[in-house]
């Protein structure tokens, strides 16, 4: 095993920028496309059942390749698959862009998700092996790479508003060349070596939890279409319910799985990653539809819908920064998450009284920046317990369960939430009234998820020991 060698203390600072960058763009490339979705319908011939896979094809690959990812970072090096996730996401950028049809961009899609899932597990890594040893930084440096996430996903409306608007829509993935490039040249100076274990790969167990989480997102995301009791609904979502309990025995029967069952043991963790999964849940289905709102009641353009959402983003990396890890010092991690959600619930609550004939001012901003407050205290304590309750040489591993938690989340409730939107009316595009309901409904069925949320923390996790560490360092380790 090879030691971990740190760069000096005045470069990690530098080496955190790179890690948050690594963030902003994983979470930026799921919501870029979303503005220049009708351009590339248009362009390269997608039907409107089919357009959805543009953002699926990089989610199902980001989200189920992301254990392999951990794990792999735990074998290889956190640094040597940084990297590599970097050179993947450039290639599928790439690809990407240039695609002249719908299996070329699906195929683009899918790699940049595949670089994506390496990238995101390593750099929660090469975070904790930088300021694990200093639990006063690591809450800085995990407040920092936390805000990265919500800038990320709102810079990815902004971006692709102006890129479509102004440019042309491959541009939306040429973007990140000239960042991936960057990358690449500043990890070997900045980033630590880090630590390769013994082991093999469990190749089998991340082609069935890709494949068990591909098909129950396709089984969610088609039911509002065909129907939650067609034959095609039920055979998808036993198959993927089959697929996912294959790997759940394999895992149990590998002396070197690909996800030791044995972590989950460990309450604060599991609870932690439910929280992140239902936060996940939450939370993108209410910038999705808020979104919608802004463009398909209110009325605004592009360009002027992905600048309504700059507050709520601003707020939230100042909550991120500057408010949870002093509020983590003082009441603790539990109290705190627990109050992010409450929070949540009540700023998604006021959200779901949205009105026909609103306003941006009146409708949306006070609203939508309860939730970022409530997004804010939650993140950050669900993220730093999630991590610090695994073993050290698991770092990689938690990181890739934690990810997947968020991203899965994500997927599954946003499909869930349409479903309920479009029952209630959000799929009468141009009846004004129907469409608001149909959003006020979805944004509801958000609030119930964070609730839920909250009694889980609650009740399931449980308020660390204090360590042996100075009384002025937080408590959130």
């Given at each position: 095993m090879s030691t971990i060698s740190a760069p000096p203390v005045s470069r990690r600072w530098w080496a955190l920028a790179v890690i948050a960058a690594a963030q902003f763009m994983v979470i930026m490339d799921t919501s870029i496309i979303g503005v220049a979705l009708p351009k590339m319908q248009a362009d390269l011939g997608f039907s409107p059942g089919n357009l959805s896979w543009v953002f699926n094809a990089y989610v199902v690959a980001f989200g189920g390749l992301l254990l392999l990812g951990g794990k792999l970072s735990d074998l290889i090096g956190a640094r040597r698959i940084f990297a590599a996730g970097w050179a993947v996401l450039l290639g599928g950028s790439v690809v990407a862009g240039l695609a002249g049809g719908v299996g070329a961009e699906l195929t683009g899609r899918a790699i940049q998700g595949i670089g994506a899932a390496l990238i995101a597990p390593a750099a929660l890594t090469l975070l904790m092996m930088l300021?694990?040893?200093?639990?006063?930084?690591?809450?800085?440096?995990?407040?920092?790479?936390?805000?990265?996430a919500p800038a990320g996903g709102t810079a990815g409306v902004?971006?692709?508003?102006v890129i479509t608007e102004y440019l042309s829509w491959p541009w939306v993935f040429f973007l990140n060349v000239p960042i991936a490039l960057l990358a690449l040249a500043a990890t070997p100076?900045?980033?630590?070596?880090?630590?390769?274990?013994?082991?093999?790969?469990?190749v089998l167990g991340a082609l069935l939890v890709t494949a068990g989480l591909g098909v129950g997102v396709y089984a969610i995301v088609r039911a509002p279409e065909v129907g939650w009791s067609s034959a095609q609904t039920l055979l998808a979502g036993l198959a993927a319910v089959v697929l996912l309990g294959l790997f759940i025995a394999l895992q149990a029967r590998r002396r070197t799985p690909l996800m030791r069952l044995g972590i989950f043991t460990n309450p604060n963790l599991a609870a932690a990653n439910v929280a992140q999964l239902l936060l996940g849940a939450a939370w993108v289905p209410m910038w999705f539809f808020l979104n919608l709102y802004l463009q398909q009641v209110l009325g605004l353009s592009a360009f002027p819908s992905g600048s309504a959402l700059l507050p709520m983003t601003t707020f939230i990396m100042l909550g991120m920064i500057v408010v949870a890890p002093r509020l983590m010092n003082a009441i603790g991690p539990k109290r705190t998450l627990v109050t992010g959600m409450t929070v949540l619930t009540a700023g998604l609550i006021l959200l779901s009284f949205l009105r026909s004939d609103g306003s941006f001012w009146v409708d949306v901003l006070p609203a939508s920046l309860v939730a970022a407050a409530g997004m804010s205290l939650a993140f950050i304590p669900s993220l730093g317990l999630a991590l610090s309750s695994a073993r050290p040489e698991e770092g990689g591993?938690?990181?890739g369960i934690v990810n997947t938690s968020y991203q899965i989340g994500s997927a599954l409730g946003l499909a869930a939430i349409t479903a309920v939107a479009s029952s209630n009316g959000?799929?009468?595009?141009?009846?004004?009234?129907?469409?608001t309901n149909g959003y006020s409904a979805a944004l509801i069925g958000a609030a119930v998820i964070a609730a839920a949320g909250a009694i889980a923390t609650l009740v399931w996790l449980r308020t660390p020991k204090p360590a042996p560490i100075p009384t002025e360092a937080p408590v959130a380790q």
């Open positions: 300021f694990g040893a200093n639990p006063k930084e690591l809450t800085k440096a995990i407040a920092l790479y936390g805000a990265a902004f971006l692709g508003g100076y900045l980033m630590p070596r880090g630590t390769a274990t013994k082991g093999s790969v469990d591993l938690a990181s959000a799929n009468q595009l141009g009846n004004l009234p129907a469409l």
